[in-house]
């Protein structure tokens, strides 16, 4: 059973959790019209095994988007930050 570390809940069972996807993904600026780069975005994904910087949304709890650290081949979870603090230097590096 797959438990994640809510940063402010605590652990719970992944039920709770809404999965959303990979957390290190870089999509095109906002104002590109190249349809390859956001059909690339959108829908390719590189499927590691191993482990995974993901977005969960704590949506049966305190409703916090989090970057949980799994493994994809064990399942387990090295930790789990805010997405906010966790994100920082990518969204910076995006403005
Ligand atoms: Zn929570």
Redo the contacts with the bound molecule.
């Keep these: 059973m797959l438990r994640i570390p809510?940063?402010?809940?605590g652990e719970?069972d992944h039920s709770e959790f809404s999965y959303g996807g990979p957390a290190d993904l870089v999509y095109p600026d906002i104002d590109s019209e190249d349809a390859d780069a956001w059909s690339e975005a959108v829908y390719c994904r590189d499927n590691p095994r191993g482990p995974q910087r993901e977005l969960w949304h704590?949506l049966q709890?305190?409703?916090?988007w989090m970057v949980v650290e799994r493994d994809t081949l064990t399942h387990e979870i090295a930790g789990a930050q805010p997405a906010q603090a966790a994100l920082k230097p990518i969204l910076r590096s995006g403005s």
């Design positions: 809510c940063p402010y809940c719970r704590h709890g305190c409703r916090l």
